[in-house]
């Protein structure tokens, strides 16, 4: 059975930072992508950072700010959030799949409240 597990999400003032983790199990992260996604209260779901064999994608507005980072070894994903923003705040979703933009598979989420 497929799990994605994130971690790390809670509540801080604007500029601070947060460390979000991602443990997979019944599925191998290493030659697939992996994703992080998020989705605020009335807002569409988006995509924020992808990894897949090196590549990194990162979304304007969390471009200079996140990084996605993945531990093959832990098969765990890590995305770093620096400087963040009250915009930031949203539920954050792991996901992985072939297709970086459609994942096979979705963690449960974890949310960020950023203020101000």
């Known amino acids: 059975q497929v799990q994605l597990v994130e971690s790390g999400g809670g509540s801080v003032q604007a500029g601070g930072s947060l460390r979000l983790s991602c443990a997979a199990s019944?599925?191998?992260?290493?030659?697939?992508?992996v994703s992080w996604f998020r989705q605020a209260p009335g807002k569409e779901r988006e995509r924020v950072a992808s990894m897949y064999a090196g590549f990194r994608y990162y979304d304007d507005f969390v471009k200079g700010r996140f990084t996605i980072s993945q531990d093959n070894a832990k098969n765990t994903v890590h995305l770093q959030m620096n400087s963040l923003k009250p915009e930031d705040s949203a539920m954050y979703y792991c996901a992985a799949g072939a297709q970086c933009a459609t994942p096979d598979a979705w963690g449960q989420g974890t949310q960020v409240t950023v203020s101000s």
């Open positions: 019944g599925y191998t992260i290493n030659g697939n992508c």
